[in-house]
């Protein structure tokens, strides 16, 4: 089931806007040309809708805002929805300021997300409007996974958007269905924008699969997962974080439909 | 022949202006480092004519513009164009939207290169200024070998540039001259701005061997596609594109003059 | 004595507002979490002071500079000075352009820095407020190290900060004890912003150990170059600057205390 996700995507080759940070540009490039996928860059408010059009999917990630560059996301986005492109929000540290707050509502207001990926915290500003935020890397204080999940479906249910929680447990919901995935490595918190990079896997494979956003979502979840396991696995005693880095990408132009397949494990909530 | 330009680069160590996009600029200064020059890469308009004089040669990439990011492009070619400096540009995108296509006819225009590299698309579109253009990393859609060559050949007698297309084949021109060179892998267009790259480190050869700068573009795809070759050699089967990127820039760190001299093949077409 | 701030920095796993240029933002985040710490990357005017305000320790990075966002490290230091947050200076090129040198200057007169770490010639005018100023990643003209350390004393006195000076003797002061480390390895000239990345690393140490910032730098500056001579010793013949890099932060990942405090070798003068 989730081995399709991957085959249609090889296949499709999806051409994703992604529309990133600077920090993990490179990295989110490279894991869309991993996948099967590729990528245009371009964020300058003069272009981006040109460029959204001759894309198939965009990927909105809020990192290092500027005023003018969050301004070109709204822009890209509603260009997408006028297009029909599914578009993935990442809303990287949305409650850190007021700057992301007010282009988090604008966005949440004026665009349809195919999909919503952040971490407890992100998910939980998007639904309350609220919420502290320290760090962008990681959740330093975990809520709950109860009222995460709870986020999560009401998140979706208000959007219409597949909703992704990652952390130590990764959620993926449509506002009725609930997945529960364990994979991955705590390590992967050692490696910067590995959210970054999940959200733009997703960009692919929900752009290749427009008909199965849910499993398009799962089956990015459990990529990024099962590829951080086998990429630390991999690890010798020398390596570390910037190796692994490497190697999980290393891992996504590997993985086939079929360890994918055989890998996954989630569980089945609704 | 070629070897020597490896030699004169390592001996001059040319210190590069490059402005490129915030999505490769990593590898684009570690390939600079990697063949035996340097660079800085600075891009704001207040400073750009300044660090181009402290410069010995300049790199003009027109991934993820801004409208005064290219005001800085075509401030810093024409300083250099001043000073004497080499300017190479590589014109990402150029048809992807009306902010790009301005800006490539005002460099055109206004700035002399030294050396053009892009793929068939953006060649075509500086030749005719129009064609629609999909993706950046790669063509989709390739034309006939002997469009693109012919175009090349145009672009190189109106611009006096020595120019490049990267492709299945690439080819090198100076109008009169044309090089065919079928160095490299496929497995290159999984790599994230493995052309950025290379016009990196044909802006350090070019700089490096004033007097020879068709050799000097020849040198660089030669140099590209045998380090392509040479790190895909080494690919181990769990490795993936993200290792392949640092073994193409560690090839290049380690790949001496007697190895281009022997191991560069190409055809001669005049 | 030095493993201690090591072990203090995991312990405390400081939040590092890193404002950084786009080159080497990913790496400077990539060691931040090698070390232990993490990092935001935030560099907007608009956002930077509550982004400080929400981290431990900030790091103001002057590479690929515009003048908003010298503005706001300007800014982002005053908030920084105001909540008693050390603040690290990484004054990259900071004699190449009137824009840097005015906003050096803006730096150094409103701002109260914990750590000021650049190279001779960056450290040089700072004190003079002069000096010509070739390349960004390494100097090519090495002032005689009388002068050096002069320099960095004087900038110490003048400023109250602990002054690092890296180069072939890496130089430590607080204006009054001066150490001189020898660690490290040439072939760290090849690695694009390895300067950049010890001053990430030193913001973390200087932060999590703030009764200490001299010791703090010392041990930064020590990391950093055992970790460069074990990654050095790790090098196969294959291998070239882009391995290297990812060597050295997975070096910074794996360093225990104990290999610290039995490795780092440094004179005292005082």
């Not at 999917?57 to 290092?64: H, I, K, P, Q, R």
């Not at 506002?175 to 910067?192: A, D, E």
């Not at 692919?204 to 199965?212: C, L």
């Not at 398009?216 to 630390?232: D, S, Y």
């Amino acid at each position: 089931m989730l081995g399709e996700i991957i085959t249609q995507n090889r296949l499709r080759r999806p051409l994703i806007h992604c529309m990133t940070n600077h920090v993990t540009a490179n990295d989110c490039a490279n894991i869309l040309l991993a996948c099967g996928g590729s990528a245009i860059m371009a964020d300058d408010y003069d272009e981006v809708a040109e460029i959204t059009a001759m894309c198939d999917g965009l990927v909105l990630n809020m990192g290092t805002p500027t005023p003018r560059k969050l301004d070109a996301l709204l822009l890209a986005g509603k260009e997408a929805n006028k297009l029909g492109h599914p578009v993935i929000l990442d809303p990287v540290g949305v409650g850190s300021s007021e700057l992301r707050r007010r282009a988090g509502q604008q966005l949440m207001e004026q665009v349809r997300f195919a999909a919503i990926r952040g971490n407890a915290t992100e998910i939980a500003t998007l639904v309350q409007g609220t919420a502290a935020h320290r760090g962008v890397d990681a959740d330093i204080e975990e809520a709950p996974i109860a009222s995460v999940e709870e986020n999560a479906k009401r998140l979706s249910q208000k959007t219409g958007a597949v909703v992704i929680v990652t952390g130590d447990t990764d959620i993926v919901t449509d506002g009725r269905l609930l997945y529960r995935i364990h994979h991955g490595h705590p390590m992967m918190k050692s490696v910067t924008g590995s959210g970054c990079q999940l959200s733009a896997l997703m960009g692919a494979f929900v752009t290749a699969n427009p008909d199965a956003p849910l499993r398009a979502a799962l089956a990015a979840v459990c990529v990024m997962g099962l590829c951080g396991e086998i990429a630390h696995g991999r690890l010798g005693p020398l390596d570390g974080n910037a190796s692994y880095r490497n190697y999980i990408i290393d891992a996504v132009f590997n993985l086939t439909p079929a360890e994918l397949e055989r890998g996954a494990e989630y569980e089945i909530d609704q």
